[in-house]
């Protein structure tokens, strides 16, 4: 198991470029993730998330720069890159007449597991993806999200330091999306390292600890949710709802210098402040209070990931 109070750089690119022809899939982009965090990867179709992956993976080479795992660059030294990566593909192959415990059997046989310990591990892995349930059939009989979940026993049967998951909730309906959801939980908490790439970003949120979003092979961003926010996104609104009347609190707050628009919306008040810390909207409420305003709701409203992908992504497709 991996030391989860290490700060160590799991995954780092150093000014990784992957030219096809005129395209750059992935343009000059350098960053660091830390030893046991969950990045999101996100970026409009053809923004070089896959290409990037593959890379991280060994299964391509980068055009310039260079992508380090655990500090080992994946050109130099890929040979011990591999065992502590488990790539889970967007679309793999499928073989006739293997079943799903042989299929991880073939990959546990490849990474060199032998004896007592093989059998341990594909078994460990089946119960943890589910594919227990499913050991005798056949690959060319399962369905997508079964698919998914072999995909992952793939990628887990070597237990890899570093995981790049590659649209791993694609097709899944919503129960087994929340299982992964649950998988992806109990992998951070071992302290393994995950960059997930996925498009279905409210439940990419709830994952991740941080983000990192690209366009046209270029790094737009990367960090926490909030912080991107908070870069992308100058003000923040607060709604606030009264058991007494909202327009008496529009013209209190009108009045004051670091509220930079109150309106009335039906039974509540929306209010605009800018971005600010807890504390600011805290003394906020006290003297809403303290005024005798009878506040019965006060909410400061995020923005979603998915705003601030909006907001950070052009929309041009490559
Ligand atoms: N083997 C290849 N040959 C030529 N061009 C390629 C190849 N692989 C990827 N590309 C191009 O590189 C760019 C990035 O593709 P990539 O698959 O990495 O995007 P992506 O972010 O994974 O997109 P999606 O969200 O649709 O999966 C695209 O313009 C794509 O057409
Ligand atoms: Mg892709």
């Not at 079964?146 to 129960?175: S, Y």
């Not at 393994?192 to 092979?217: D, F, N, R, Y």
């Not at 209010?271 to 906020?284: C, F, T, W, Y």
Request: hydrophobic share 40%.
């Amino acid at each position: 198991m991996v030391d989860p109070t290490s700060t160590a750089t799991a995954i780092e690119f150093r000014g990784l470029s992957r030219h096809f022809g005129a395209t750059r899939a992935v343009d000059n982009v350098s960053l660091a993730i830390e030893a046991g965090s969950v990045c999101g990867f996100v970026g409009p179709n053809g923004a070089g998330k896959t290409t990037a992956m593959r890379i991280l993976s060994t299964l391509d080479l980068p055009t310039h720069g260079d992508a380090l795992i655990d500090g080992m660059s994946v050109v130099l030294d890929a040979d011990r890159v591999r065992p502590l990566v488990g790539f889970m593909p967007d679309s793999y192959g499928v073989y006739k007449n293997v079943r799903c415990h042989e299929y991880l059997d073939f990959f546990a046989r490849a990474y060199g597991l032998v004896g007592r310990e093989r059998e341990r591990r594909v078994r460990q892995i089946m119960e943890f993806t589910g594919v227990a349930q499913i050991r005798e059939k056949q690959m060319t009989a399962l369905s997508k999200g079964m698919r998914q979940r072999l995909c992952l026993g793939r990628a887990l049967i070597h237990d890899p330091k570093v995981l790049i998951l590659d649209e791993p909730a694609a097709g899944l309906d919503p129960r087994a999306r929340r299982e992964l959801k649950d998988m992806v939980g109990e992998l951070a908490s071992q302290g393994k390292t995950l960059l997930i790439s996925s498009h279905i970003l409210a439940e990419l949120a709830e994952m991740v600890t941080e983000i990192c979003i690209i366009e046209q092979g270029r790094l737009r961003a990367h960090g926490r949710v909030d912080e991107i926010q908070r870069h992308v996104a100058p003000d923040q609104t607060i709604r606030v709802r009264l058991l007494d009347d909202p327009a008496r609190l529009v013209t209190w707050l009108e009045n004051r210098p670091a509220i930079l628009e109150a309106q009335q919306e039906s039974d509540h008040v929306r209010l605009r402040v800018p971005q600010g810390d807890d504390a600011e909207n805290a003394s906020l409420l006290r003297e809403m209070i303290e005024q005798g305003f009878q506040v019965v709701e006060f909410t400061v409203q995020q923005k979603s990931l998915e705003d601030v992908f909006m907001h950070v992504t052009d929309g041009v497709v490559q």
